[in-house]
């Protein structure tokens, strides 16, 4: 099992940068998928990014390339969401989700573990 805990959201205007935290507890210490997500309201949940702690590949969704970046430092198991050049699309609670078994993808229902939230506005 691992919990996962978000920080760092706030209000950003268009063309700033935020930096998001999931700190991460629990059985991390084997290979797991970690990935952000988003919704706004009336929308379905959107994968962001995902990494794989083994391999370190990593899995971004088109509306974000070159945009954000996902990350991780083992030492203190926090995975991290550089989001540059935000847009005001960008606007959505984020959360930080966790699978194990294997897969890693941006759909939602790959995740077992998810966080709390955290609040992203962009204007």
């Known amino acids: 099992h691992v919990q996962l805990v978000e920080s760092g959201g706030g209000l950003v205007q268009p063309g700033g940068s935020l930096r998001l935290s999931c700190a991460a507890s629990?059985?991390?210490?084997?290979?797991?998928?970690v990935a952000w997500f988003r919704q706004a309201p009336g929308k379905e949940r959107e994968g962001v990014a995902a990494?794989?702690?083994?391999?370190?590949?990593?899995y971004y969704a088109d509306s974000v390339k070159d945009r954000f970046a996902i990350s991780r430092d083992d030492t203190t198991r926090t995975f991290y969401l550089q989001m540059n050049n935000m847009k005001p699309d960008d606007t959505a609670m984020y959360y930080c989700?966790?699978?194990?078994?294997?897969?890693?993808?941006?759909?939602?229902?790959?995740?077992?573990?998810w966080g709390q939230g955290t609040q992203v506005t962009v204007s």
């Open positions: 990494t794989y702690t083994s391999s370190g590949e990593l």
């Open positions: 629990g059985s991390t210490n084997v290979n797991i998928c």
């Open positions: 989700a966790a699978a194990y078994g294997g897969a890693c993808d941006l759909l939602p229902q790959t995740y077992n573990y």
